[in-house]
């Protein structure tokens, strides 16, 4: 029999891995149904049969570079606990910024914000968890997306946010919000990170855009004033390296006040905009 401790020296196991130890302390954790803490409480305990045939499997998919969250089927974002699933984007801690930005920017008092390309629902259900008194609605137009985003919801017990299906703003119906957020694609068909990690798993139409990646940013811009209150504000995550043609579409669209906000690491990454009061 194997223990965990000795499973969990099996990091040349993932040689592709930037996380091997990582990793290995959630697929293994998973399989347990224990938290991480408790592989070092009992790093002795000798794993049975089934366990470690389960453990083996899923180290050999994460050594084919499927991703863990994949694996294990669930991703914190926010200290949520999300299902995951190869339905759309899994949770990236970056995005985390534009939901601390999203909150910094409105009242707690009674919001209505709009998250366009949901995903699993996790900028929604964040912004929900931090703010009881806002009212969110959750747009996805994949209906597989959608109902993994609705299981969030109910998993999570978020009555202040409603999911509906939609193509952007295309079935959403004539109301203002006080706050638009997405997360959309934003990678070029051409670049080569797409060849690379976890992102081979993820559905192209989620990253993906034309026009060197600001497509679904352009139509989002130009539709964002029609839908946004007096004032209201329009945040968008992009690419490192779009803040300046992103603050441009802005502009073109008629929106003001525009900025683009750092992320930890001093690269531009949000851009938001108001409409005119």
């Known amino acids: 029999m194997i223990t965990v401790q000795q499973n969990l020296r099996r990091g040349g196991e993932l040689p592709d891995s930037d996380s091997a130890r990582l ?11 224990r938290p991480r803490t408790w592989l070092y409480t009992w790093p002795e305990y000798e794993l049975s049969q089934s366990e470690q045939v389960q453990f083996d499997e899923l180290l050999r998919r994460r050594a084919a570079g499927e991703p863990v969250a994949h694996l294990t089927g669930e991703r914190e974002f926010w200290s949520l606990s999300l299902q995951v ?57 994949s209906p597989d997306a959608l109902a993994l985003a609705e299981r969030n919801r109910v998993s999570l017990g978020l009555d202040n946010v409603r999911v509906i299906e939609s193509d952007w703003f295309a079935q959403i119906p004539p109301q203002s919000f006080d706050l638009i957020v997405s997360n959309p694609p934003y990678i070029d068909a051409a670049d080569p990170h797409l060849g690379q990690g976890d992102v081979r798993f993820e559905p192209r139409s989620a990253l993906v855009a034309d ?67």
């Not at 302390?25 to 347990?32: C, I, M």
């Not at 699933?85 to 899994?90: E, G, K, V, W, Y």
């Not at 060197?212 to 004033?225: F, N, S, W, Y």
């Not at 945040?235 to 003001?256: K, N, P, S, T, Y």
């Open 23 to 33: 990793d290995l302390e959630v697929l293994l954790a998973h399989v347990l149904e």
């Open 85 to 141: 699933d190869a339905s759309t984007l899994i949770p990236r801690p970056d995005t985390e910024l534009l939901v601390e930005t999203a909150l910094a920017l409105c009242p707690v008092t009674p919001q209505r914000v709009l998250d366009l390309g949901t995903g699993t629902g996790a900028i929604a259900l964040a912004l929900a968890s931090e703010r009881p008194a806002w009212q969110v609605l959750a747009a996805e137009k």
């Open 211 to 277: 026009r060197e990646g600001l497509a679904d940013i352009e139509v989002i811009a130009a539709t964002a004033p029609a839908f946004l209150a007096p004032g209201g504000c329009l945040l968008v995550e992009h690419g490192w390296q779009q803040a300046a043609a992103v603050r441009a579409i802005f502009a073109d669209a008629g929106l003001v006040s525009i900025e683009s906000r750092r992320d930890y690491g001093g690269r531009e990454r949000l851009t938001l905009g108001r409409s005119q009061c």
